[in-house]
């Protein structure tokens, strides 16, 4: 199989050809099963052809877009199985990633094919678009839709982020010991389990990682962070609860109180472990939150240990919400904060970030307050600096909240 492409490296023509390892027989186990390989169409002497991409399912196409982009489509009938890999054509130590892995027969997540534009050669390419006041670039989708309730024609502006939703993360103790005797050790081991494995089958970059959960997820995030700042790039922590001293009578899976067992109180609470913490975190609450065991102050407080030890954080005070936010205003600022954060601190991240001047980051915001004078941090009365990309959002002291 061949076939010419005008837009892979630059402008120079192009030859891509596949080649089958079992012979076009599917009954042969072979890997891999397919190869591709391209080769300038005018080679010079010697020049031999160099492999873009091995393949374990058949060759299904490629969607070319430039040298550090093009998506490789492969399946396999026996299976339904359907999977889109990212490569870089012009970059040979860039390794590819799953991009997509989903059964033919499960139209309802169909994800949707990527925009095309035409080029002055007139060829086709992917069309990767950029936002204004925004420094990513992204791809648009487009596809049928198809739904329980029939078919909802889409386009979606894709961000690139895969979600490993819903992990095991199992805390066990053995005999007579207490499961959270050993918290922190099996946390970070399923953590590492779990990064390792995304790492392997090529979905993730392993210097971009993050971390985030909701109530007891943030709880982990924060310590995540603390134990195991190596497995991630940055965290998002939400209405979590991060010194267990202040759930002083147990909390999940800990029925023994903490006079108890003091060692395992401080040695959970990411509050202790604070000094331990250079990733980027975001946290998140309600103003009026309800449950006993995350009180707004435990985020409050959480954030003023890490900024007097340095980290780089921020904190986002939901007005009027309690532990699930509900106001379309909240849910929406959440995804807003969410994508900003990852945007900044994920996708164009770098390892100098961990060193800078963190009074240049500190930052505290508050959803839909009108204050445009009040321009101070929550938990010291340092002024911030002006960043055009919130200036929307005006900080205030924590205390004129309540």
């Known amino acids: 199989m061949v076939e010419e492409n005008y837009d892979v490296l630059g402008l120079q023509k192009v030859i891509c050809r596949v080649e089958t390892q079992d012979g076009g027989d599917a009954k042969i186990e072979v890997s891999p099963r ?41 399946s396999w009938y026996r299976t339904r199985r359907l999977r889109t890999w990212i490569i870089s054509p012009g970059c040979e130590s860039a390794s590819s990633r799953i991009l997509f892995d989903r059964s033919s027969e499960d139209v309802y997540s169909d994800p949707g094919s990527p925009m095309m534009r035409k080029t002055s050669i007139g060829t086709y390419v992917i069309a990767k678009i950029k936002k204004e006041s925004d420094e990513g670039t992204y791809l648009l989708l487009n ?7 029939g078919n909802i024609p889409f386009l979606d502006l894709f961000d690139m982020f895969a979600i490993l939703s819903g992990p095991t993360i199992p805390i066990i103790g053995e005999g007579n010991e207490e499961a959270n005797d050993r918290y922190v050790e099996q946390l970070v081991a399923s953590a590492e389990a779990a990064v390792e494995e995304v790492i392997r089958r090529g979905v993730a970059h392993p210097d971009k990682i993050a971390v985030g959960g909701h109530s007891y997820g943030a709880f982990m995030t924060a310590n995540l962070l603390a134990h ?20 002083p009578f147990g909390f999940q899976n800990e029925d023994r109180t903490l006079w108890e067992a003091v060692d395992t109180y401080v040695e959970m609470s990411p509050f202790i472990s604070a000094n331990k913490i ?23 407080r959480f954030y003023n240990a890490l900024k007097g030890h340095g980290a780089l954080c921020r904190l986002v005070i939901l007005p009027f919400e309690s532990h699930g936010y509900a106001a379309r205003e909240s849910v929406m600022h959440v995804l807003w904060e969410t994508d900003r954060w990852l945007q900044k601190y994920c996708v164009t991240a770098n390892s100098s970030d ?15 307050i009108s204050d445009g004078e009040s321009k101070v941090g929550a938990a010291g009365g340092v002024a911030e600096r002006p960043d055009h990309e919130i ?8 205390s004129s909240l309540w």
């Open 354 to 368: 961990a060193g800078e001047d963190p009074n240049e980051h500190e930052e505290v915001a508050s959803s839909n």
């Open 143 to 149: 596809g049928s839709g198809a739904t329980p309730q």
């Open 278 to 300: 250079k990733k980027p975190i975001l946290l998140i609450h309600g103003e009026e939150d309800n449950n006993p065991g995350t009180l707004t102050m435990q985020s409050d």
């Open 34 to 74: 397919d190869i591709i390989y391209t080769e300038p169409a005018e080679p010079s002497e010697n020049e031999q052809p160099v492999v873009l991409h091995k393949l374990d399912f058949r060759y299904g196409g490629i969607s070319w877009c430039d040298d550090s982009l093009a998506l490789v489509y492969e």
């Open 228 to 247: 195991a700042p190596h497995l991630f790039c940055c965290g998002i922590a939400r209405s979590g609860a991060y010194n267990r001293t202040l759930t």
């Open 391 to 398: 200036d929307q959002i005006h900080t205030m002291h924590r």
